[in-house]
C-alpha cells in the first residue's frame, strides 16, 4: 500500500522544511515545493536516505496564478494524491502600503492567501473520497494582534487564515467528514529566515528571548493539533500569554501595544 504523502509549501527553508522533516519520521512521503530547486532536492534527498520514504520536488512560484494547478499536475502525473497539505509559504513585504507597488501587494495576498486556499479547495474532495484528510494552514500570532504600522497586509491576511481555517474544520465535521481536520497553526517569532528575507534581523534579534521558539516545537503542535481536530493552535506558553492579552486587553489599550512593540521590527522606511 502506498504510503500517505504530505504536500508542502515553502519547504526550501524554516519551518517548511521542519514540517518535511517531522513527516518524513513518521514515515510519510513529501510532495515539497518552493521556488529555490537546489534547497528541495537536498532535503529531498537527505529525508529519502534518512527515513526511506519518497520525496517529489516541485519548484514553482505561488505568486503565479497557474503554480497550484502545476504543483497537482506534477503529483497527478506521478500518481499521487494529497493525504495532508501544510500551507506555508510565506514572506513579510516590509514598508507602508502606499509605498510598495500593487504588483507587491496583489503577489502577497496570493502566495499567503490566494494559493493557500485554492490548493484547499483543490485537494478537499480526493480527501473527502478517501475519508482521510489533514490540512494546516499556517498563520500568525499577528493574526489575533491589533493591525499597525508597516507590513500593512500581514496581519490581515493572517487573520483571515485563521477565520478560513476554522470555518473550514467546522465545515468537515457538520459534513460528515470525521476525519478530515483543519488547523491554523499561530506562531510568534520563530528562529527561520523570516527575518534575514525580509530585511528586519538585526531589529528582531533586540526582542527579548522568551519572545523566540525553535521551528521543531512550532511544527510539532501544528502537528498534533491537526491530528486531534483542533481548529487554532497557538505554539508555546509565551505566545498562548500574549493571544489571550489581546482578547482580554481593551482595544485601545491593545493597539497601543502592539503599535509600540512593533516599531522595534516592522520596517517603514519602503
Ligand atoms: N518566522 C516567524 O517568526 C514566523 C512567525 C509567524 C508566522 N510565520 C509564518 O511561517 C511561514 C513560514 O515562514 P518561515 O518563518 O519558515 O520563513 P522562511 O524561512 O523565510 O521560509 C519561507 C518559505 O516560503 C517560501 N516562499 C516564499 N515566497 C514564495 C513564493 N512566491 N512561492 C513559493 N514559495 C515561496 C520560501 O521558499 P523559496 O524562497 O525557495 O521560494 C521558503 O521556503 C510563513 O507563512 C510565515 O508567515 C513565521
Known sequence: MARRLCLITGASAGIGAEF?????????DLALTARR?????????????A?????????????KP???????????????HVDALVNNAGYGLPGTFFNTSWEEQADFIRVLYTAPVELAHKVLPGMAERG???????????????GSAGHTLYGSVKAAMIKFTESLNAECAATGQ???????????FT???????????????KMPKWMWMEAAPVVKAGIDAVNRGQPVV??????????TLTRILPESLGRAMVSAQSKRYRRMDT
Do not use: M
Not at 178 to 188: E, F, K, M, R, V
Not at 191 to 199: L, P, T
Not at 234 to 243: E, T
Open 20 to 28: 518535511a522533516r517531522q513527516y518524513a519520521a513518521f514515515g510519510w
Open 132 to 146: 482521510y484528510g489533514r490540512i494546516i494552514n499556517v498563520a500568525s500570532l499577528a493574526g489575533y494582534a491589533a
Open 234 to 243: 497557538v505554539p508555546g506558553s509565551a505566545n498562548k500569554a500574549l493571544a
Open 66 to 80: 497557474e503554480a497550484v494547478d502545476a504543483i497537482l499536475a506534477a503529483l497527478e502525473a506521478k500518481g499521487r
Open 51 to 63: 527515513h526511506g520514504i519518497s520525496a517529489i520536488t516541485i519548484a514553482e512560484d505561488l505568486a
Open 191 to 205: 528562529w527561520s529566515e523570516f527575518h534575514d528575507v525580509n530585511g528586519t534581523r538585526e531589529d528582531t534579534n
Open 37 to 49: 530547486t537546489e534547497r528541495l532536492e537536498a532535503l529531498a534527498q537527505e529525508l529519502e536516505s
Open 178 to 188: 470525521t476525519d478530515i481536520h483543519c488547523t491554523a497553526l499561530c506562531p510568534g
